[in-house]
């Protein structure tokens, strides 16, 4: 039997890698550490350029006073298809890092955040239709993809054991997007500068981030399409239960984001500087954090992290709803940040569980070692832009819930009653599927169940 290459990873034109093999120790230890690394920090800076991007038109509606004429129903629904947009297109998203290459199409997708942010600066201003925001704001969309296909870039460089790490990093970079936006748009407002002016500084910036993707980001050649990974993950139940809890994870986090500084300004009467002042606080912390919950993963079992975040999601959620009743803004706040917080951490593990649960399974299968990383690598790759496009249909129905609770009751009381609701659903679902241990009360079953290969997925 042949050993496993640790030659260097050798390169073609255009940035292309040909030999890339992460798990193995002293390949990893004498090469590939440090491409991986240095790919990683300019996918944090691209990704980071599209969530502030994606998220831009949660800034943009605090400039929206009365003399656009729209109703916070309407600017609930406005940030909302951005949100759908960018939850649709991570599908294509992933698949495009095989087709095009991962530094190849980071340069692209970079570029691209050009058109929604030259659109919003032409048209942002009184007297503008509706439709045409609307326009704007589903452009801003595809910022949201930039995640899927940075993540499933990642996901190839790194091995298992360092995956919780770097897919939390390079998640929490991008997702650092979000504050870093919003702490520019309050800079914009307490300078009494306009929504323009905010989007002229992001337009360099754009920029910059397709060229830093073109001067150091590689290619690996080894990384294809796998249409029937793809079709074997859609089938695999896992896709769909993590699909679910990411839901409750990251689709907080998009939909928080999106929603806080309408919410703080329809229910609460805070003006845009007000607004502003305090809605970055909770996207930065959560973003922060994203990392840790890999790590804690990593060390403790995603599956156990993501269920007690899951009940700590349910406890910040009922001061909420109780702070909400009482329209107590400062007991709100402290709240809503902490479940900010949470989402973050959550983040992390649910994102760590995934290629586990699939390596997990393979191991179940009767594979060992390579064959049954490789696998776990297959699929979990496969999975990921999936689960990450469903995870991100949560800010969809947060924002959606927003706008029928204002609707109804005037406040987003009944919208967080929800939410609660669906936390609890998650917990459970996350302790019946990964934590509920089977014991086997009579020696046939022992004897039956010893013959076959058995599930624990407690450590993934």
């Excluded at 991986?36 to 800034?59: C, K, M, P, Q, Y």
């Excluded at 087709?99 to 340069?107: A, E, H, L, V």
């Excluded at 080894?222 to 089938?235: C, P, R, Y």
């Excluded at 993501?306 to 009940?311: D, E, I, M, P």
């Amino acid at each position: 039997m042949t050993a496993p290459s640790t030659a260097p990873a050798a390169s073609r034109g255009g940035r292309w890698i040909e030999h890339w093999d992460p798990e193995n120790e002293a390949f990893w230890n004498e090469t590939g550490a440090k491409i991986a690394r240095r790919n990683l920090w300019f996918s944090v800076l691209s990704e980071h350029i599209g969530f502030s991007i994606w998220t831009l038109w949660s800034v943009m509606v605090l400039f929206m006073g009365p003399e656009y004429g729209l109703t916070p129903a309407d600017k609930f629904f406005l940030v909302a298809m951005g949100t759908l947009v960018g939850a649709l297109v991570r599908v294509p998203y992933t698949f495009a890092v095989a087709r095009f290459g991962g530094r190849n199409w980071t340069i692209i997708t970079a570029s691209g955040l050009l058109i929604p942010t030259i659109a919003a600066y032409i048209v942002m201003e009184p007297g503008t239709s509706y439709s045409t925001f609307m326009l704007c704001a589903v452009l801003a969309g595809i910022g949201g993809g930039n995640f899927a296909s940075s993540m499933t870039n990642i996901n190839s460089f790194f091995p298992l054991r360092k995956k919780g790490w770097a897919l939390g990093l390079n998640a929490g970079g991008g997702n650092i997007g979000v504050p870093v936006v919003q702490l520019i748009g309050l800079a914009v407002i307490g300078a009494s500068g306009g929504p323009r002016l905010l989007l002229g500084i992001y337009i360099p910036l754009i920029l910059i981030s397709a060229l830093f993707a073109a001067l150091f980001m590689d290619n690996i050649s080894s990384v294809k399409n796998d249409t029937g990974a793809a079709l074997e993950a859609v089938k695999d139940g896992h896709t769909w239960i993590m699909s679910f809890l990411y839901i409750g994870t990251f689709g907080s986090f998009i939909g928080y984001s999106f929603a806080f500084g309408l919410v703080l300004q329809t229910q609460f009467g805070r003006t845009p500087l007000q607004a502003a002042s305090i809605t970055f606080i909770g996207p930065l912390l959560g973003s922060l954090i994203r990392p840790v919950g890999g790590w804690l993963a990593d060390r403790f079992g995603g599956a156990k992290i993501t269920l007690w975040n899951f009940a700590a999601m349910m406890a910040a959620t009922g001061v909420i709803v109780v702070a909400s009743m009482r329209e107590s803004l400062p007991l709100f706040s402290v709240a809503f940040i902490a479940l900010f917080v949470l989402t973050g951490l959550g983040n992390g593990s649910t994102y760590k569980m995934i290629p586990g649960i699939f390596q997990t399974k393979a191991v179940a299968m009767g594979l060992t070692g390579e064959a049954a990383a490789a696998y776990g690598r297959r699929l979990s790759g496969a999975s990921m832009g999936l689960i990450g496009a469903v995870g991100a249909l949560g800010g969809l129905g947060i924002n959606l819930a927003f706008r029928q609770s204002f609707l109804s009751v005037g406040s987003g009381t009944g919208a967080f009653v929800a939410f609660l609701a669906f936390y609890g659903l998650c917990f459970a679902v996350t302790w019946a599927v990964y934590l509920r241990r089977t014991v086997s009360n009579t020696a046939a079953t022992t004897a039956t169940t010893e013959s076959k290969p058995q599930l624990s997925y407690a450590e993934v």
